[in-house]
């Protein structure tokens, strides 16, 4: 046998400087060696090496606190990249305002279905709700739809039809005699001679005006201008087609989503809440249900205020004895579907009718309407829409100023919704902030009287 002295110096180099590792175990693993070599090993409450933070609390602390962190990064990151697109959109405002308008041209159908879909919309689901409500049968189910749709097409189709009906014949019959007027004016300057056309405040503008100089100017033009005349011609053609197409590819796109608007809204639905936040889904699908409420009642207003404009103008026509009084108020009826600018219009055509018939009538009917439209803008117009909008007056008022500054008629035409749909946001969001700090005025007494 070998004693401990006679061990090799590499062994007792290797035992001198070989270390005591000891292996840290949590408290919870500690507690289960509650008893080694007969004495208990779990630490004391009063040590005060024991351990006192829970490891898996800090771990999710540290975890939430890294999430924190990436989220604040890519909110950061986000902001510099719209910052950097803006600005260099602005840097490109004529490539942006191009793709945009390429863009437009290309979707231009679909958006036309949309508002096609938008309009039938609203006589349609008013007819839904008459036909067969409480019918059992699944064929009565069916064909509620399809007969509420070819009676609203049928409806809408059949005012346009008669109103077109009752105006063209009369600007016809208007046109002819203005034609006949200024055939038997040149006809009686024809037989005058220069004498005669000397003495005449007319005839002598027609003597100092150098017809053979016009007449070659003209004939010059045509000659140089006959292939861009044709090229004009063509694209007119092609233009009229284009339309004809995207007008009935945007029926039939209006057709699909009326017939299946509930598995669209549906569906939508299903992708908002899927992609979107929490609360951020739940607003935009609230905010599209009030925008869709808005612009409903927009329709209906503005189809009842066309309706009122029209009648009282025809009214007013037939108590001033002013003629074409039916076709004139239909057709300043129809044109106030446009809001403000639609009447001046009508009002337009109304008054060059009048004049084929007598300038001094048309002087009347034009301050008529001038007075009819100050009615119309300022308490007719307002009353009606702010009922069905849920609108104040002065904002109906400022939305189609700013609408018409903006994007001229169309805006006139969609400022009113925007605005009611913002309206409502803006006020349901006030209503929550007030409840908030009602409800938190009220916690403060409250607390106050508990510690006291």
């Known amino acids: 046998m070998t004693s401990r002295n006679d061990r090799s110096p590499r062994l007792r180099r290797h035992a001198y400087h070989a270390p005591t590792r000891e292996k840290v175990q949590p408290a919870s693993y500690r507690k289960q060696d509650a008893t ?28 939430s606190s890294r999430q924190e962190h990436r989220k604040r990064a890519g909110y950061i990151i986000g902001i510099v990249a719209a910052c950097i697109l ?5 840097q490109n405002i004529d490539v942006v305002a191009g793709a945009i308008g390429a863009l437009l041209d290309i979707l231009s159908p679909l958006i036309l279905g949309f508002a ?7 006589p ?13 049968r699944k064929a009565l189910q069916k064909l509620r739809r399809p007969a509420a749709f070819l009676l609203s097409l049928i409806l809408i189709v059949g005012i346009l039809v008669g109103i077109i009906g009752l105006i063209i014949p009369e600007l016809v019959k208007a046109v002819q005699v203005l034609i006949a007027i200024i055939t038997d004016m040149v006809n009686d300057l024809s037989a005058m001679d220069r004498a005669e056309l000397a003495r005449n405040p007319i005839g002598k503008v027609l003597l100092d005006i150098d017809w053979n100089g016009i007449l070659k100017t003209l004939q010059s033009w045509l000659k140089e201008q006959s292939g861009s005349i044709v090229y004009t011609a063509v694209e007119v053609v092609s233009t009229l087609v284009s339309g004809v197409v995207d007008f009935f590819i945007a029926f039939v796109f209006a057709v699909y989503i009326l017939f299946s608007k509930e598995t669209l809204k549906r569906n939508a639905c299903r992708l908002i809440r899927a992609w979107l936040p929490s609360k951020v889904g739940e607003w935009s699908i609230h905010a599209a249900s009030v925008a869709g409420e808005s612009f409903r009642n927009f329709i209906s207003g503005q189809t009842l205020e066309a309706i009122i404009l029209g009648v009282l103008c025809m009214l007013g026509m037939f ?45 009347i009917f034009l301050a008529f309407i001038l007075i009819l439209q100050q009615l119309e803008e300022n308490l007719i117009y307002p009353r009606v829409m702010g009922s069905r909008v849920n609108l104040p007056s002065i904002w109906i008022l400022a ?6 500054a903006v994007a001229g008629p169309i805006g006139m035409l969609l400022a009113v919704p925007i605005t009611s749909t913002l309206y409502v946001l803006v006020k349901e969001a006030t209503k929550a902030r007030e409840k908030k700090i009602a409800e938190a005025v009220s916690v403060i007494p409250n607390d106050q009287d508990a510690q006291g």
């Open 36 to 63: 080694v070599n007969g004495r208990s090993q779990e630490p004391s409450p009063n040590d005060s090496t024991a351990p006192s933070v829970d490891l898996p609390s800090a771990s999710a602390n540290r975890t």
């Open 86 to 90: 803006i600005f260099l959109g602005v």
């Open 116 to 122: 096609f879909a938008l309009i039938l919309n609203v």
């Open 124 to 136: 349609m689901r008013a007819l839904e709700k008459h036909f067969w409500p409480h019918a059992r």
């Open 319 to 363: 108590l001033l004895d002013l003629p074409y009084a039916p076709m004139i108020g239909a057709l300043v009826g129809v044109t106030a579907l446009i809001p403000i600018v639609g009447a001046f219009v009508g009002a337009g055509v109304g008054a060059f009718m009048i004049l084929t018939v007598s300038p001094v009538k048309a002087i």
């Open 399 to 404: 939305a189609i100023t700013v609408g018409g």
